[in-house]
T-cell receptor, first 110, second 112 residues
């Protein structure tokens, strides 16, 4: 069985400061891992994905994530937050079934 | 390419009514899935399919049926709607289970 846990339901950061959204996963297989973003009243967009190549994955809009097998984590980071980053972010694990985390809502303070 | 299409966009049902949410994709993707999105719950997998003729249950399958007679279409049936099924429903497709998923625009369903 596989599962994914997003450790924070809400994160607030000031514009220009780093962003860290935390995700832990559990999987019987070697998983594929994803981060998706959903802006208010919009659809879901893929930010980045890990599929057993490099452990540091770069995505769109300056986001990146590091796969750490020993910690079963796949945290999402960005060096400097922009107002446009305010959205809900979902960590996703795939190994047969595709399972979403409950989401982290990112608030950007001016 | 239209991508993933869903109909209807909005629907109001009375308790006990049945209906089918339609989903179609024109990308020849094998993997298709249905999710429901509720506040604070993320997207929960209802049913998924790895190819025509093959379906399986997700995390929250009760009250929903699916079938996959063609690669393109993956309808979701609500047999007897309940207020607990009020939600936003998303259909998604991908080439494989490890590929990027493409999402439809969603169906907002209200059951009164």
């Amino acid at each position: 069985a596989q599962s994914v846990t997003q450790l924070d339901s809400h994160v607030s950061v000031s514009e220009g400061t780093p962003v860290l959204l935390r995700c832990n996963y559990s999987s019987s297989y070697s998983p594929s891992l994803f981060w998706y973003v959903q802006h208010p009243n919009k659809g879901l967009q893929l930010l980045l994905k890990y599929t057993s190549a490099a452990t540091l994955v770069k995505g769109i809009n300056g986001f990146e994530a590091e796969f750490k097998k020993s910690e079963t984590s796949f945290h999402l980071t960005k060096p400097s937050a922009h107002m446009s980053d305010a959205a809900e972010y979902f960590c996703v694990v795939s190994g047969g079934k595709i399972i979403f985390g409950k989401g982290t809502r990112l608030h950007i303070l001016p | 390419n239209a991508g993933v299409t869903q109909t209807p966009k909005f629907q109001v049902l009375k308790t006990g009514q049945s209906m089918t949410l339609q989903c179609a994709q024109d990308m020849n993707h094998e993997y298709m899935s249905w999710y429901r999105q509720d506040p604070g719950m993320g997207l929960r997998l209802i049913h998924y399919s790895v190819g025509a003729g093959i379906t399986d249950q997700g995390e929250v399958p009760n009250g929903y049926n699916v079938s996959r007679s063609t690669t393109e279409d993956f309808p979701l049936r609500l047999l007897s709607a309940a207020p607990s099924q009020t939600s936003v429903y998303f259909c998604a497709s991908s080439r494989t289970d490890s590929g990027e998923q493409y999402f439809g625009p969603g169906t907002r369903l209200t059951v009164t």
